[in-house]
């Protein structure tokens, strides 16, 4: 599915004209030309979105800090929220576009900002077009019924349902018992 294709579909669930080029003077291409972007960065936020995860070993930075020990690490410019970290063992603190840790190198998971639609899978669309027709409502219906009606849509269904999907595309946490646990039930049964 295109981008044009995906603000049609926002545009559709607000009952508003369609546009045949995201390049057009109409108010509702104004709109979805203006809204689009916050509305994908918000929607990649809200999980751990398999087709936006990446990794990568981050460039030591030479930005010095002003007190303490510790090297600065230059984040990804396309980096949407970090899902997790190379070595746990070290500490480390997101200062500005920078990861701050006495780590001689640092390497992120994290979702990235995915601006190609052919990686979409078809519940994520759903989800963006929902949260576009959101951020658009206003703008095109001057109703902040409409607005709190696909608000509760995007909370309620849309997003739920995405999260839901994509949590499927990946295996469960292993979760490991406690020493504490194993200690008192050893003790316990004796």
């Given amino acids: 599915m295109s981008k044009l294709e995906i603000m049609n579909k926002a545009l559709g669930m607000l009952g508003a004209n369609q546009i045949y080029n995201i390049d057009d003077d109409t108010l509702e291409a104004k709109a979805a030309r203006k809204m689009y972007p916050s509305s994908l960065d918000s929607v990649l936020a809200e999980t751990d979105w398999t087709f ?101 849509l995007y909370r309620g269904e849309y997003l739920p349902i995405a999260k839901t999907k994509n949590a499927r595309e990946k295996s469960n946490p292993i979760i490991e018992d406690s020493f504490w646990v194993n200690g008192t039930l050893r003790s316990w049964w004796g």
């Fill in 52 to 152: 936006a995860i990446k990794r990568k070993l981050l460039e030591l930075s030479e930005k010095t800090p002003a007190w303490g020990e510790g090297n600065y690490f230059e984040l990804p410019d396309d980096l949407i929220k970090i899902v997790d970290v190379m070595d746990r063992n070290h500490r480390w603190i997101r200062e500005g576009n920078y990861i701050f840790s006495r780590a001689s190198e640092f390497g992120l998971v994290y979702v990235a900002r995915c601006i190609d639609p052919t990686y979409y899978p078809s519940y994520f669309i759903d989800a963006l077009a929902c949260k576009l027709a959101v951020e658009m409502c206003y703008l095109l219906t001057n109703s902040t019924e409409k607005t709190n009606v696909l608000i509760d």
